[in-house]
């Protein structure tokens, strides 16, 4: 079964302390990784796909890596603006059409 | 310009009483998606469209039901909301990004 797992649940820095979040999977047939960020009450707002192992993207503060059973997102000196939920989903299969599944995400607090 | 556009923001219904949920989208995408987030979960897929082919998930309620007029426009209809259907509702439209809506929150009293 298709899965994925978000560690930690919840992380509180400091403003400036870099830190990784990270994304574990286990899929049939990775198409893509993808990272959101997620504010209260918000939809996701899209940051990141990631397609094949050793691929990165950087925005901001914020860089993505993906290997063959994880992701990480990077985030260097934090701001208290970062805060939000960041969740990682998966899309995985050969067919026309292929879902995206979800972590439950981790719970990002920036202090300043 | 907001390519994914949800309304309303919030929908009060009450038990029973049937509600639609309206998304539109700029981007032309074929696919979309409708999933259904409750408090501190991750998204949970409810069915998706391929142009005007219908797919529901299989542990999707029968009270779900969707319509697709158009590539544009995309309807969720819930037929008789529960309290358990309380949630955060959110359609993507997807090629090789999907991008969210703001989404519909449902408050069922």
């Known amino acids: 079964e298709d899965q994925v797992t978000q560690s930690p649940e919840a992380l509180r820095l400091q403003e400036g302390e870099s830190s990784s979040l990270n994304c574990s999977y286990t899929?049939?047939?990775?198409?893509?990784l993808f990272w959101y960020r997620q504010d209260p009450g918000k939809g996701p707002e899209f940051l990141f796909t990631?397609?094949?192992a050793g691929e990165e993207k950087e925005k901001e503060r914020l860089k993505a890596t993906l290997t063959k059973k994880e992701s990480f997102l990077h985030i260097t000196a934090p701001k208290p603006e970062d805060s939000a939920t960041y969740l990682c989903?998966?899309?995985?299969?050969?067919?026309?059409?292929?879902?995206?599944?979800f972590g439950t995400g981790t719970l990002l607090a920036v202090q300043p | 310009d907001a390519m994914v556009i949800q309304n309303p923001r919030y929908q009060v219904t009450q038990f029973g009483k049937p509600v639609t949920l309206s998304c539109s989208q700029t981007l032309n995408h074929n696919v979309m998606y409708w999933y259904q987030q409750k408090s501190s979960q991750a998204p949970k897929l409810l069915f998706h469209y391929y142009d005007k082919d219908f797919n529901n998930e299989a542990d999707t309620p029968d009270n779900f039901q969707s319509r697709r007029p158009n590539t544009s426009f995309c309807f969720l209809d819930i037929r008789s909301p529960g309290l358990g259907d309380a949630a955060m509702y959110l359609c993507?439209?997807?090629?090789?990004?999907?991008?969210f809506g703001q989404g519909t929150r449902l408050t069922v009293v």
């Open positions: 990631l397609y094949s």
């Open positions: 899929v049939s047939g990775l198409r893509g």
């Open positions: 989903a998966v899309q995985a299969g050969g067919g026309a059409t292929n879902k995206l599944i």
């Open positions: 993507a439209p997807q090629n090789t990004e999907a991008f």
